[in-house]
């Protein structure tokens, strides 16, 4: 005999460490209990901004897993327990290896873009404000332009670096 049932799974979000994450919960994982007696639940966790980011418990940012509705509930319920399951697996030395990894990369190209800015120095600097312009180029031989005077050239450079570092910043937040 065939029988019929309604699944019913739960769905939340969390944030964990900048990384958006859902959550889909499923306590009573195809009725099993019904028939066979086993308390078999279904968590699926996903990184969805950004999109299938790494995590302690997943390279891909996806994870399938099924444990019993008892342990989720004595846990606090799904968040919780995946919480403390993120929070568990990024104390150990490999997701620290693989963190710090990820933070050199992100440095790496700070510094890289960075570099290229100040090669471009007269362009950028004159869009935004910080250094040439095509007025202040023909007056070069003035004593009160910042060509003519290296140490104000070089207060407009560190001025123009700070506002590329506010830009790049801003850049690497939204990734």
């Known amino acids: 005999m065939s029988r019929t049932f309604k699944r019913y799974i739960e769905h939340y979000e969390t944030v964990w460490h900048g ?12 009725s099993l209990a019904d028939d066979y007696g086993l308390d078999t639940a279904h968590l699926e966790i996903e990184a ?17 897993h099924f444990t019993t509705a008892h342990a989720v509930a004595a846990m606090g319920g799904p968040v919780a327990l ?16 693989q963190a710090a990894a990820a933070r050199q990369l992100t ?15 007269p362009s950028l600097a004159a869009s935004s404000g910080y250094g ?10 003035n004593p009160k332009s910042h060509l003519a005077n290296p140490e ?11 506002y590329a570092e506010v830009r790049i910043f801003g850049e690497l937040r939204r990734l």
């Open 19 to 30: 990384v958006t994450i859902t959550i889909s919960y499923e306590p009573r994982w195809l």
């Open 48 to 64: 969805i901004a950004p999109e299938r980011a790494p995590l302690p418990i997943t390279e891909t940012g996806y994870r399938s």
């Open 82 to 97: 995946v919480r403390t399951w993120l929070d568990e697996e990024a104390s150990s030395p490999a997701w620290q290896q």
């Open 107 to 121: 440095l790496f190209f700070f510094r890289v873009t960075l570099r290229g800015l100040v090669a471009r120095w």
């Open 132 to 141: 040439c312009s095509p007025s202040s180029l023909s007056n070069a031989e």
């Open 152 to 162: 104000r050239q070089l207060s407009r450079r560190k001025k123009f670096i700070k």
